[in-house]
């Protein structure tokens, strides 16, 4: 009887262990003085070869919960200023997408719609890796993700 135990514990540990959980969770924060409302994500997608260069993309939500844009975050890429900047996500199928940035010039962020052509993309397919150009300094770099899910598991959260 304990074997038969053991053996249906250690089943389901490993069950528990190799099951695929979602990283990206989508949840709506009340600012409480201003009572406005915010849709978020509980992580960012980074895209970085080594820890130092490379970029976070944090997704900007509408309250009708529909994905608008990105917003960039460039760490090691030359000029800390953004004008410009192109940014081309390719999936595992080859298939990819190029946005340019619609922000004219920030030495903070840089900011891409989402263009309505790339949603289904976005949804169904994984991510392979990502290059993006700073258009101010033309420093580059193809780099791979953190989660090649995360589009997938966003808008199974919205």
């Known amino acids: 009887m304990k074997v038969l135990t ?7 540990v490993s069950l528990v262990s190799f099951a695929q959980s979602d990283t990206v969770k989508v949840y ?30 944090m997704a900007n939500i ?3 919960k529909e994905l608008t844009s990105f917003i960039i975050s460039q760490y090691d890429m030359g000029s ?11 999936f595992i199928d080859g298939s990819k997408i190029k946005i340019l940035s619609y ?14 052509t790339a949603v289904e993309q976005l949804k169904t397919l994984e ?24 589009f997938i598991q966003l808008y199974k959260g919205l």
Do not use: H, W
């Open 6 to 12: 053991l053996t249906f514990a250690l089943v389901a």
């Open 28 to 57: 709506t924060y009340v600012e409480e003085m201003t009572e406005k409302s915010y849709i978020m994500t509980t992580v960012d997608l980074i895209a970085t070869e080594n820890g130092t260069k490379g970029i976070k993309i």
């Open 62 to 64: 509408s309250n009708a």
């Open 80 to 90: 800390a200023c953004n004008e410009n900047n192109t940014l081309i996500i390719k």
């Open 103 to 116: 922000n004219q010039f920030s030495c903070k962020n840089s900011y891409f719609r989402v263009p309505f």
């Open 127 to 150: 991510i392979e890796k990502i290059y993006y150009q700073n258009g101010d300094s033309y420093e580059s770099g193809t780099f791979p993700v953190n989660n090649p899910r995360y």
